[in-house]
């Protein structure tokens, strides 16, 4: 329906269109911008045919041997990479923030950019900026997700990444073909740790890494014994784990500053907490 001439003012017949008698209901313009949506829309759907089944990264992950990889396990061909699980919620997560930093990344973006006004590249730009991705564009512009023990490479066809943008900011005309696919591949260095659960966690160094059970067991340990201090101890805080939780008040203040500013050790769980606290209380 949206691609009937009828309402430009016209009468499509036999492969050949002639003017109608009746007015145009939309301007040339609006029905050439809806056509190029309609384009874009065609070309994601052809792009991302399962898109819908598995998880965000299926297909698309592999681990430092070249293996295509599952987001929570991962045991393919003869050799076997060094990563074998990961967290789905955890890589996903790291995948989708390095879009958005890309799509952020202004000075990057505007070297591909050059063919179009001013004007054109902030509206480009500002469109991008207040853009979501979704499952659909992620996997449409994410080619392929490598894993090493000590980096994470993602390569995007930025080509698409432009063409899309700027049909979205001025109703440009949708011209990607799979040929003119450009591959631009970011890299971090990371560390990926095992982690107590036996799944790898993804560790960017200088960012924040907290840790919501050691921080929840530091505090229940001040609290516990700010109410013993007051003779008001619960039960449950006189046995079991509760009772070794109390001890944890008496870490080292150094140790109990990294944690709750989340630069703690990336494999340090409560048990390890509690084994270092009754050295101290020794």
Same mark, same amino acid.
């Given at each position: 329906?949206?691609?009937?001439k009828?309402?430009l003012?016209?009468?499509?017949?036999k492969?050949?269109?002639?003017d +109608?008698?009746h007015?145009p209901?939309?301007?040339?313009e $609006?029905?050439? +911008?809806?056509?190029? *949506?309609? %384009?874009?829309?065609?070309?994601?759907r052809?792009?991302?045919?399962?898109?819908?089944?598995? !998880? *965000?990264?299926?297909?698309?992950l592999y681990?430092d041997?070249?293996n295509?990889?599952?987001? !929570?396990y991962?045991?393919s061909g003869?050799?076997?990479?060094?990563?074998?699980?990961?967290?789905?919620?955890?890589?996903?997560?790291?995948?989708?923030d390095?879009?958005?930093? %890309?799509?952020?990344?202004?000075?990057?973006?505007?070297?591909?950019?050059?063919?179009?006004?001013?004007?054109?590249?902030?509206?480009? $730009?500002?469109?991008?900026?207040?853009?979501?991705?979704?499952?659909?564009?992620?996997?449409t #512009?994410?080619?392929r997700?490598? *894993?090493?023990?000590?980096?994470?490479?993602i390569?995007y066809?930025?080509?698409?990444?432009i063409?899309?943008?700027? !049909? /979205?900011?001025?109703?440009?005309?949708?011209?990607?073909?799979t040929e003119?696919?450009?591959?631009?591949?970011r890299?971090?260095?990371?560390?990926?740790? /095992?982690?107590?659960?036996?799944?790898?966690?993804i560790i960017?160094?200088?960012?924040?890494?907290y840790?919501?059970?050691?921080?929840q067991?530091? #505090?229940?340990?001040?609290?516990?014994?700010k $109410?013993?201090?007051?003779?008001?101890?619960?039960?449950?805080a006189?046995?079991?784990?509760?009772?070794? $939780?109390?001890?944890?008040?008496? %870490?080292?203040?150094?140790?109990i500053?990294s944690?709750m500013?989340?630069?703690?050790?990336?494999?340090l769980?409560?048990?390890? %907490?509690?084994?270092?606290?009754?050295?101290c209380?020794?």
């Open positions: 329906m949206l691609a009937n009828v309402y003012g016209k009468i499509p017949h492969n050949k269109v002639y +109608a008698q007015s209901i939309v301007s040339e $609006l029905f050439n +911008a809806v056509q190029n *949506l309609l %384009l874009l829309n065609a070309t994601e052809k792009h991302t045919t399962n898109a819908k089944i598995g !998880t *965000l990264l299926s297909g698309l681990d041997k070249g295509l990889m599952s987001p !929570t991962s045991k003869n050799k076997r990479g060094n990563i074998t699980k990961i967290s789905a919620g955890e890589i996903e997560k790291y995948v989708k390095d879009l958005t930093k %890309l799509l952020q990344d202004t000075l990057f973006i505007q070297k591909y950019l050059e063919n179009y006004s001013i004007e054109q590249q902030t509206s480009i $730009l500002n469109t991008m900026h207040e853009f979501c991705p979704d499952k659909i564009f992620i996997r #512009v994410m080619k997700v490598d *894993l090493n023990l000590n980096l994470i490479k390569s066809d930025i080509h698409y990444i063409q899309y943008f700027a !049909t /979205l900011a001025f109703n440009a005309k949708f011209t990607y073909t003119d696919e450009e591959i631009y591949t890299e971090q260095n990371v560390r990926i740790s /095992l982690t107590p659960q036996k799944q790898n966690k960017i160094p200088g960012k924040a890494n840790d919501m059970k050691l921080i067991a530091i #505090v229940k340990s001040f609290w516990y014994n $109410l013993g201090a007051e003779r008001r101890l619960p039960p449950e006189r046995n079991g784990n509760n009772k070794r $939780l109390r001890k944890l008040r008496f %870490l080292p203040p150094e140790v500053e944690i500013n989340g630069t703690q050790d990336p494999e769980n409560v048990k390890k %907490l509690i084994a270092m606290a009754d050295k209380c020794k």
